[in-house]
């Protein structure tokens, strides 16, 4: 099983990234996907997940109306569109999958997914 972050980048202030988290060895439709994301020094936390088996969609606070999680079953990719970006929101970002389809208002930060990908940077300049 093998999950791929592409996407990262530097923007400035109020720019666009899309992330993307590709999937092989692994289908897409069973499992929740998170995207986390860890900032230097700081704890990782989850910032939106999507139940690929329902569609439901959770966010974080400080993301909610900026990024939005979505899926292409088809090509077993979840995408994480992030607009008015903000330096707040720099860090490296991860997607993870879940087979217990553990994708609540917690984020996934209580529950330990089961396979993760090697991150992709994002650097949001001021």
């Known amino acids: 099983v093998q999950l791929v972050e592409s996407g990262g980048g530097l923007v400035q202030t109020g720019g666009s990234l899309r992330l993307s988290c590709a999937g092989s060895?692994?289908?897409?439709?069973?499992?929740?996907i998170g995207w986390f994301r860890q900032a230097p020094g700081k704890k990782r936390e989850g910032v939106s997940c999507i139940d690929l088996e329902t569609g439901i969609t959770y966010y974080r606070d400080s993301v909610k109306g900026r990024f939005t999680i979505s899926s292409t079953n088809a090509e077993n990719t979840v995408v994480l569109q992030m607009n008015s970006l903000v330096p707040d929101d720099t860090a490296v970002y991860y997607c993870?999958?879940?087979?217990?389809?553990?994708?609540?208002?917690?984020?996934?930060?209580?529950?330990?997914?089961?396979?993760w990908g090697q991150g992709t940077q994002v650097t949001v300049s001021s």
């Open positions: 060895g692994i289908t897409f439709a069973i499992y929740a």
């Open positions: 993870a999958a879940d087979l217990l389809r553990r994708c609540d208002s917690a984020l996934g930060d209580r529950y330990e997914y089961d396979y």
